[in-house]
């Protein structure tokens, strides 16, 4: 199975850079996702990490270390529409496509 | 279709009744997921279909819920003997193949047991 760990809320400031980290203790392992939630909304994808590293998509990447069980998002020049819950996801190993969310990190942009 | 499309959008129902909820996913998508999402909480998984494997059944909460998935293509959670405990937003979604990236979700239906 999978356990997945994140912050429950986060504040931060307009403008500001953030780091959401997520962990996880799992059986297998294929992938970690992230996603965005704003309130009373759909999840949206946001990245994809399956090798250790950075990816970056503009104002958003991802990084992942597979041997720490470890994840971060890091959001750069904050906006006010970023405040939604960011849901950390990982896949099952073995060829599967299953995957486990987190609680989610609720994020809060003040100015 | 264009993106996933659950229905209805919303439904209210009577403590003990059943209830069905569809999900059609984006077309050609092989995979696809329930999720259960209760106010304020993360995603809950319930059941995960791939192609013409059988499902994972494994986070379906009680013998009160199935689901099935006809012709590869349109899925329908079925609740029976609804309880107040299962008031919650239930997603849905897809993915294009096996060992494929995001999956995207549906707007959710939101069911309200009363």
């Known amino acids: 199975g999978q356990n997945i760990d994140q912050p429950t809320e986060m504040t931060a400031t307009e403008g500001a850079i953030v780091q959401i980290n997520c962990t996880y203790q799992?059986?297998?392992?294929?992938?970690l996702f992230w996603y965005q939630q704003h309130a009373g909304e759909a999840p949206t994808f946001l990245s994809y990490?399956?090798?250790?590293g950075l990816e970056e998509k503009g104002r958003f990447s991802s990084f992942l270390s597979r041997s720490k069980g470890y994840s971060y998002l890091l959001l750069k020049e904050l906006q006010m529409k970023d405040s939604a819950s960011y849901l950390c996801?990982?896949?099952?190993?073995?060829?599967?496509?299953?995957?486990?969310f987190g609680t989610g990190t609720q994020l809060k942009v003040e100015l | 279709g264009a993106g996933v499309s659950q229905s209805p959008s919303n439904k209210v129902t009577e403590k003990g009744k059943d209830v069905e909820l569809r999900c059609d996913p984006i077309s050609g998508h092989t995979a696809l997921y329930w999720y259960r999402q209760s106010l304020g909480q993360g995603l809950e998984f319930l059941i995960y279909f791939q192609g013409n494997s059988a499902p994972d059944k494994s986070g379906l909460p009680s013998d009160r819920f199935s689901a099935e998935r006809t012709g590869g293509s349109v899925s329908t959670l079925t609740i029976q003997r609804t309880q107040q405990e299962d008031s919650a937003v239930y997603l849905c979604a897809s993915s294009l193949e096996l060992g494929g990236t995001e999956a995207f979700f549906g707007q959710g239906t939101r069911l309200t047991v009363v």
């Open positions: 996801a990982v896949r099952d190993g073995g060829g599967g496509n299953k995957l486990t």
């Open positions: 990490n399956v090798l250790d």
């Open positions: 799992t059986s297998g392992f294929n992938g």
